[in-house]
């Protein structure tokens, strides 16, 4: 079972930035694409961001030209840079890899508080 740890959260004013880390305890972008997810409350979990190993990356319509993802495919680590932060951005991210998912073979983190507030 791969275990992921999610770091680098914060409060932080609109317009600010954070860059979140993820690290895995094995390898993983040999078997999936890695993604950052968020929840906010009373939503639905959402795939905001997948990168590939190969360096490939998609991203959801409302964070295009704000979100960086980012991997390193030696340290099993994944990051995401936010830039230009908005309240409607606060939730818990959280890394996991789709395909991961569906084999059933990562445990889901305790994700990592983003607010986005003045």
């Known amino acids: 079972q791969v275990q992921l740890v999610e770091s680098g959260g914060g409060l932080v004013p609109p317009g600010g930035s954070l860059r979140l880390s993820c690290v895995a305890s094995?390898?993983?972008?040999?078997?999936?694409?890695m993604g950052w997810y968020r929840q906010a409350p009373g939503k639905q979990r959402e795939l905001v961001a997948t990168?590939?190993?190969?360096?490939?990356?998609h991203y959801i319509d409302s964070v295009k030209g704000r979100f960086t993802i980012s991997g390193d495919t030696e340290k099993n680590r994944v990051y995401l840079q936010m830039n230009n932060l908005k309240p409607e951005d606060t939730a818990v991210y959280y890394c996991?890899?789709?395909?991961?998912?569906?084999?059933?073979?990562?445990?889901w983190g305790q994700g990592t508080q983003v607010t986005v507030s003045s």
């Open positions: 990168v590939t190993a190969d360096g490939n990356t």
């Open positions: 996991n890899g789709p395909a991961l998912i569906a084999a059933g073979v990562s445990s």
């Open positions: 094995g390898s993983i972008f040999s078997r999936s694409a």
